[in-house]
């Protein structure tokens, strides 16, 4: 027979008939067998050669036996080789102790019995195969182990390099849109300024009327908009707050359709309203919702071909206001609607839709909805047959509320007793439409447009209260409000107008001496809560 995996089994003997015999004993078992005639020879073959088992006679002229197997033993190459003794002679107990001793694992009597030496034979040379297979794994596994632990180590190593470049870029982002919200929000603080005195001054043309609301309806929303900017991780987390209150449910419609209108009229759309014949409630936040359905009339207008048509229709059932948009666009496959309000997932775009957005609108819809209380679903046909989007809002109780207007109702007009009113802004028309404003409230207002001079005049003046902007020339915000400190207006209340909005900011606001902290454009309601404030505020 011929074995797979033969090892090699050196046979010693001084005594050429035996080796024969020996060999055509162990010859069925298929492993190389090698023959040697003295106890030196045996040594040479066994630096040679790998031996698995050594077949030996204890009786040999020039190196016995036992010798030879103790030399074998205390070599480390052959720790795992098997020796057994063949012997007529040296068969008591006193020499088999010997002879396991000096490092043999079995005895074999002459005369020899073939079958009992083929399978002494064989088992210890299966041993050795299974042991040296079983090291031979072994080693492949540490091979395969350090292999997948240096990958790991690798990818460790990368995943660290990308989270540090995704930090630095999350900083970046996060640096890029303070910056772009900060100037968008200076030429919004003048524009919400001059909304507000205008709504203090008697206007007799309703077309006027209708211009400053819209205005002051779009500076609210541009102003909202300009908040998500730093709010583009509180969006993918769902932590938008809500500014709750009353409202009604076709004011959230005017709002949107006049948000959405110029998207429409460009593409020629025919838009069909449909609204209840009562007032329907709900409590929520306006510009929110006018943002729902506007993301949902702006995704009807897009998505479907110039000239088309959109119906939106507002109903009230089983206490739920109902809001539906449906357009005739290019419709939606049955397996995008799986996924469709999902962050960043898109349908298909018809090839006209350049501006189809990025994909974050419906998953913003769908997050205010939910935050709301409410449910948003999409249905479609297929692709080609038009798409259906419904809202569902849960009606506010039936006692009548009074509803603010965009912020700018009377009662968020600047009230209480007239104070000496400091305003820094290196922005004329910002400085002057808010000083204009606090003037009509009836306030006595001064107005410095860089660093120094605010200083100077606070010094010179003590003001009541101090509107500092931040960003000013010579000097800015945080070193005029630290040396007016310095120089005694301990007892004047110091607020930060500033563009940045984060945390960082208002508490670097705080360090420096501030009182408070406010937004540009400066909410109304925000600025009288303020002035309240100032008129408690006493410095120890």
């Not at 030496?117 to 040296?132: I, M, N, Q, W």
């Not at 007799?204 to 102003?223: G, S």
């Not at 209480?416 to 290196?426: A, F, K, N, T």
């Not at 003001?463 to 960003?471: A, F, M």
Request: aromatic share 4%; charged share 25%; with cysteine.
């Amino acid at each position: 027979m011929t074995n797979a995996d033969p090892v090699n089994i050196l046979l010693v003997d001084d005594q050429p008939g035996k080796l024969l015999s020996y060999e055509a004993i162990l010859a069925p078992l298929g492993d190389r067998l090698i023959s040697a005639g003295s106890g030196r020879e045996a040594l040479r073959l066994l630096l040679k050669h790998e031996i698995a088992v050594v077949l030996m006679d204890v009786s040999m002229p020039d190196l016995g036996g036992f010798e030879l197997a103790e030399i074998i033993r205390e070599h480390p190459r052959f720790q795992k080789t098997a020796i057994i003794f063949v012997s007529a002679v040296h068969m008591s107990d006193l020499d088999r102790l010997k002879g396991y001793e000096s490092g043999a694992v079995d005895y074999v009597a002459v005369p020899v019995v073939p079958q009992l030496l083929r399978a002494k034979v064989g088992v210890f040379a299966e041993l050795y195969r299974k042991t040296r297979e079983s090291e031979r794994l072994n080693r492949e596994l540490e091979r395969r182990v350090a292999e997948r632990t240096a990958e790991l180590e690798a990818s460790m190593a990368r995943q660290i390099e990308l989270s540090e470049r995704l930090r630095e870029a999350d900083r970046r982002k996060d640096h890029f849109l303070a910056l772009l919200a900060h100037e968008l929000r200076n030429p919004l603080a003048p524009v919400s300024n001059a909304v507000g005195i205008m709504r203090r001054k008697t206007i007799e043309d309703p077309d006027l009327v209708w211009c400053r609301d819209v205005i002051a309806r779009q500076t609210n929303q541009l102003t909202r908009l300009v908040d998500d900017l730093l709010d583009v991780s509180r969006i993918t987390l769902g932590k938008i707050k809500l500014r709750l209150e009353t409202v009604d449910l076709a004011a959230v419609i005017a709002g949107a359709v006049e948000t959405s209108r110029p998207l429409i009229d460009r593409r020629r759309h025919r838009l069909c309203i449909t609204q209840p014949d009562r007032r329907v409630r709900m409590v929520g936040d306006q510009a929110r919702l006018t943002q729902v359905v506007a993301n949902l009339l702006n995704n009807a207008a897009t998505y479907q071909n110039e000239g088309g048509q959109i119906d939106l229709i507002a109903s009230e059932r089983e206490n739920d206001a109902l809001i539906t948009v449906r357009d005739q666009g290019i419709g939606i496959a049955p397996e995008a609607l799986v996924d469709l309000f999902e962050l960043f997932s898109q349908g298909e775009r018809s090839p006209d839709s350049l501006h189809g957005g990025l994909g974050i609108g419906l998953s913003l819809v769908k997050t205010l909805v939910e935050m709301h209380g409410g449910t948003v679903s999409a249905a479609s046909e297929g692709p080609g047959r038009g798409s259906e989007f419904v809202v569902r809002l849960p009606c506010a109780p039936a006692e009548p509320g009074r509803l603010e207007e965009n912020g700018f109702s009377s009662s968020a007009m600047l009230e209480g007793p007239p104070r000496r009113i400091l305003v820094v802004d290196d922005s004329r028309d910002a400085a002057e439409t808010l000083a204009l404003l606090l003037t009509l409230s009836g306030h006595e207002v001064l107005v410095a447009h860089d660093g120094p001079g605010a200083l100077a005049l606070a010094v010179a003046e003590r003001p009541t209260v101090v509107l500092l902007d931040i960003g000013l020339p010579g000097m800015d915000g945080y070193e005029v409000c630290r040396r007016a400190r310095e120089q005694g207006l301990r007892d004047t209340t110091i607020i930060a107008m500033s563009g940045y909005g984060q945390d960082r900011d208002r508490q670097r606001s705080s360090e420096a001496g501030f009182d408070g902290h406010t937004v540009k454009p400066v909410a109304i309601s925000e600025l009288t809560a303020l002035l309240a404030k100032a008129s408690l505020h006493s410095r120890s």
